[in-house]
């Protein structure tokens, strides 16, 4: 199956820093790319589309200016979450469609802990 | 409203037993309906379901797609401890020209041995 691989697999930050997530696609193509946040115990919530060469289509009440979302070549995504505060902290998750494929492949996910 | 609804919402069996999972679903310009297992990471996929009436089977899991109704279900027979997980089911559908998937709040099983 398509291989999607996330960097880094957890971090801790200070409260007021930013941390950048990556999200690669290893043996595919990937023009469109989601980016997903759980918390414990809750399913998936869709923050955004990122979309390769243009904008990032971001979910209702999610902050665009504090989730920056870059998708600069078909095989990388990158979330900044800007000024972190310890209610950012969840486990991100990254998917993307693969070239010719109809499912969605997801990356082994992020842990973020902000103190 | 778009939504994706998951049922039971826990269960928890023995070893050996047979577990069906259903999901309900409203999407528009539905596409497919998937089904994930969810362990201690991310998602990883089991089936993408787009016809009526087609079973698909991996082994000991099984799971078909009545789009009339608008429901599918995920079959698991003689289950394993290794079975314990999250099950996701999620609706695909057309948001403009993006693709978009609904998806529930998971069915969470415990299969004890």
């Known amino acids: 199956g398509a291989v999607v691989s996330q960097h880094p697999s957890r971090v801790i930050c200070k409260s007021g820093t930013s941390v950048k997530i990556e999200c690669r696609s290893l043996?595919?193509?990937?023009?469109?790319m989601f980016w997903y946040r759980q918390f414990p115990k809750q399913s998936l919530m869709l923050m955004a589309t990122s979309n390769e060469g243009s904008k990032a289509t971001y979910e209702q009440g999610v902050e665009k200016d504090k989730f920056l979302i870059n998708h600069a070549s078909l095989t990388l995504s990158t979330l900044t979450v800007t000024s972190a505060h310890p209610e950012d902290s969840s486990f991100y998750i990254c998917s993307a469609f693969g070239t010719g494929r109809a499912e969605q492949y997801f990356g082994p996910g992020t842990r973020l802990t902000v103190t | 409203e778009d939504k994706v609804v998951q049922s039971p919402l826990s269960l928890v069996v023995h070893e050996g037993d047979t577990v069906t999972l259903n999901c309900s679903y409203e999407?528009?310009?539905?596409?497919?309906l998937l089904w994930y297992k969810q362990e201690k990471k991310a998602p990883t996929f089991l089936f993408m379901l787009?016809?009526s009436g087609i079973e698909k089977k991996s082994g000991r899991l099984s799971s078909i797609l009545d789009k009339k109704e608008l429901f599918s279900i995920l079959n698991i027979t003689a289950t394993q401890t290794g079975d314990s997980a999250v099950y996701l089911c999620a609706g695909e559908g057309n948001a403009g020209n993006n693709r978009k998937l609904i998806w529930g709040l998971g069915t969470s099983l415990a299969v004890n041995p």
């Open positions: 043996d595919f193509q990937a023009t469109t």
């Open positions: 999407v528009t310009n539905f596409r497919s």
């Open positions: 787009t016809s």
